[in-house]
Nanobody, 117 residues
Framework: QVQLVESGGGLVQAGGSLRLSCKAS????????MGWYRQAPGKQRELVAS???????NYVDSVKGRFSVSRVDAKNTVYLQMDSLKPEDTAVYHC???????????WGQGTQVTVSP
């Protein structure tokens, strides 16, 4: 059974930091591109950051220079370090595991991030 379990969300003031973690089980972690998506109320889900198995990263423009994605394959875990948080970063953040070879996708349940002004 595949599970992606996020943690680290919460309430923070603008300018603060949070670190999200996502631990995967039931998959061969090293075969998957790991990503973080977010969905704010009334908005579509968007890709925030991702890291391939080779360590190539991708960020949405709005978080470049503020967020950093990393992974530790030995721990089956991907992280999202979020600094200089803004109220517009408020959303539910979901972890995603994507296998490029066959398009297989798995999702976590999400963790709420709320940034107060």
């Amino acid at each position: 059974q595949v599970q992606l379990v996020e943690s680290g969300g919460g309430l923070v003031q603008a300018g603060g930091s949070l670190r999200l973690s996502c631990k995967a089980s039931g998959i061969f972690f090293g075969l998957y591109t790991m990503g973080w998506y977010r969905q704010a109320p009334g908005k579509q889900r968007e890709l925030v950051a991702s890291m391939t198995t080779g360590g190539i990263t991708n960020y949405v423009d709005s978080v470049k220079g503020r967020f950093s994605v990393s992974r530790v394959d030995a721990k089956n875990t991907v992280y999202l370090q979020m600094d200089s948080l803004k109220p517009e970063d408020t959303a539910v953040y979901h972890c995603n595991a994507h296998r490029p070879m066959n398009g297989q996708d798995y999702w976590g349940q999400g963790t709420q991030v709320t940034v107060s002004p």
